[in-house]
């Protein structure tokens, strides 16, 4: 007798293989769907209806086994696949792929949610958000750059208008000073001559007869040292004013170095560099060695004017009655203070002497953007010995640095603004570049800056996305700073995550808590910037499956078909 049953078995088969057939396509539809992780839709047996539970084997039977008919099928689930699709390279710097088992943080509306899809793009804001306008949540950095840790926040990247400017550290030289050059013997001596000039204890009596009156300014103009033109600088007589204190003002003004001190075997004649002396009528003024530093200036170039601004005649005439000497090179490099202005450095290397170890250079350092008008720099100790304020260098019979490499020196900016002061460190021999002593026959001494870490204003103008998450940010200045750093999420469980659609996962109550940390770490993965994950939905799979599922629709149906002709003779029976 036909049974109704196998109708509603039938059913069972007809409702599960429909079912599956919605995943299938499901798939299918998101086969071109950014890291779109398929589906898959499991069958269980249906409840089954009991005969017999069978028997033990025993002395007279060896035992029956149970007696049971099913009842169809059932879904027995749904599990999504969450292997890695094919990684795509697109060239766009927001897209963003993960190869590992991380998802991308999005936030919205103070919710999280989680994704593998890393087609972001730029808000309004400069923020990351998808094509839904979620924000990617990342780490921040402080004003140094650092990445900040522990929590999380839009991701911003402000191209166009973060700015950026460093000041400079670091420089790095390199030339050959020709060790075969004249050693210097003799410093500049100018010779101030002033009727009835005396040793007295402030200028106005120091000259003497009213040529010079409080409120009356010496300027210094048209001076060179060195073939290069010195900035104008300006000096205020006042009632207690000294000749002292005009004679340090000349020093600051021309840049030579004050205080005495000679190394053995260094030029002695005359009175030491960077000093005067006062006899009847006369001032003698000593200047540094070297021929670049040697000094021009005559009687034209020191102007004396009164209060109103009006020249007088100047009670001094200007004699020069010696020359620097010996070889000598100046290069001139540009550094930039924290606000990134450009400030222009000289430095000058003279040699000094020679001995059976090798040769000896003073390097002197010149800036006529040093705030306090003193043009010769200082040492980072502000060191006071002229031995000491002007560095010796020695090179050793293979014209190789015998002494520090490294010399540290201080520009001042005090009332520009600007980091006060900006602290720099010279260095004359590094593993790529450095100063050598050499004899250069026919040739002169040539050296020059060939790096600098400082730079001038500049605009972010584009990133980067390495494989730990860190954006790097470049600049129209040349530089590249951290600006932040993509976090990621791990599930214990990540087949617990609960689908929002929208390539949006939110976590589940079997997917375990979010452990959000950065990629690399935890399996995680990498981040792969500029491509995309693809689906990992398998087309020719998911075709069998659907043969299979469309054989099984028809099959179940078929079985329907059966039972009904069968309760068709069966009612035959009775007509």
């Known amino acids: 007798m036909a049974s109704t049953t196998a109708l509603f078995t039938g059913l069972t088969g007809l409702n599960a293989n429909a079912r599956k057939l919605d995943v299938i396509g499901n798939n299918i539809a998101n086969a071109n769907t950014t890291a779109y992780k398929s589906n898959r839709l499991s069958f269980a047996p249906n409840f089954t209806r009991n005969f017999s539970l069978g028997t033990a084997p025993s002395a007279n039977t060896g035992g029956t086994n149970p007696g049971q008919i099913g009842l169809g099928v059932t879904i027995g689930g749904t599990q999504r696949n969450f292997n890695s699709g094919a990684i795509n390279p697109t060239g766009i710097n927001t897209d963003l792929a993960i190869d590992g088992d991380g998802f991308f943080i999005v936030e919205r509306a103070g919710e999280q949610f989680f994704s593998r899809a890393g087609e972001f793009q730029f808000n309004s804001a400069n923020e990351l958000v998808n094509l839904a306008g979620d924000r990617l949540q990342g780490y921040p950095v402080d004003d140094n750059f650092n990445i900040v840790t522990g929590r ?154 009164d209060s109103a601004g009006v020249a007088k005649t100047s009670p001094f005439t200007v004699a020069k009655l010696a020359e620097a000497d010996g070889e000598s090179v100046r290069t001139t490099f540009e550094i930039y203070d924290s606000l990134g202005t450009p400030l222009q450095v000289d430095l000058t290397m003279v040699l000094s002497h020679k001995d059976s170890t090798g040769t000896y ?39 190789r640095l015998a002494s520090s490499p490294d010399l540290a020196i201080e520009v001042d900016r005090a009332g520009t603004g600007a980091g006060d002061p900006i602290a720099l460190n010279l260095s004359f021999a590094s593993d790529s570049n450095s100063i050598t002593a050499l004899t250069d026959r026919g040739g002169d001494s040539a050296i020059a800056a060939v790096f600098q870490d400082g730079a001038f204003l500049g605009v972010l103008s584009d990133f980067a996305v390495g494989v730990d998450g860190v954006i790097t940010g470049g600049f129209t200045n040349g530089l590249t ?53 693809l689906s990992n939905v398998d087309l020719s799979q998911e075709f069998i499956n659907m043969i299979l599922t469309s054989t099984g629709y028809s099959a179940s149906s078929r079985v329907i078909q059966t039972t009904d002709q069968l309760i068709q003779q069966l009612l035959a029976l009775g007509a």
């Open 361 to 399: 250079w003073r390097a002197f350092v010149h800036s006529a953007d040093d705030s306090d008008q003193a043009l010769h720099l200082e040492l980072g100790d502000r060191a006071a010995t002229f031995s000491e304020a002007v560095p010796l260098l020695q090179f050793n019979n293979f014209g």
């Open 152 to 305: 999380t926040e839009a991701i911003s990247i402000p191209i166009g208008t973060l700015t950026l400017a460093e000041a400079t550290r670091n420089v790095s030289f390199s030339g050959n000073l020709n060790a075969d050059g004249a050693v210097a013997t003799q410093a500049t001596t100018l010779q101030f001559a002033a009727t009835g000039i005396t040793a007295g204890t402030d200028l106005l009596t120091a000259i003497g007869g009213g040529a010079i009156v409080a409120g009356d300014t010496f300027t210094l103009t048209g001076a060179a040292r060195g073939d290069k033109a010195l900035p104008d600088a300006t000096f205020t007589v006042g009632a207690a004013t000294t000749l002292a204190d005009l004679m340090n003002f000349l020093q600051d003004a021309i840049g030579v170095v004050p205080n005495g001190g000679f190394t053995a075997g260094e030029p002695t004649a005359g009175l030491d560099p960077g000093s005067f002396s006062v006899s009847a009528g006369l001032v003698d003024f000593i200047g540094n060695w070297g021929t670049a530093n040697d000094i021009d200036l005559d009687t034209s170039n020191l102007v004396l004017r």
């Open 481 to 533: 700073r951290t600006i932040g750093q993509i976090a990621v999420a791990a599930f214990t469980n990540p087949a617990g995550l609960i689908d929002e659609g929208s390539n949006l996962f939110r976590v589940g109550p079997n997917s375990g808590n979010a452990l959000i940390t950065e990629p690399l770490a935890f399996g995680t993965g990498r981040i792969i910037g500029g491509a995309l994950e």
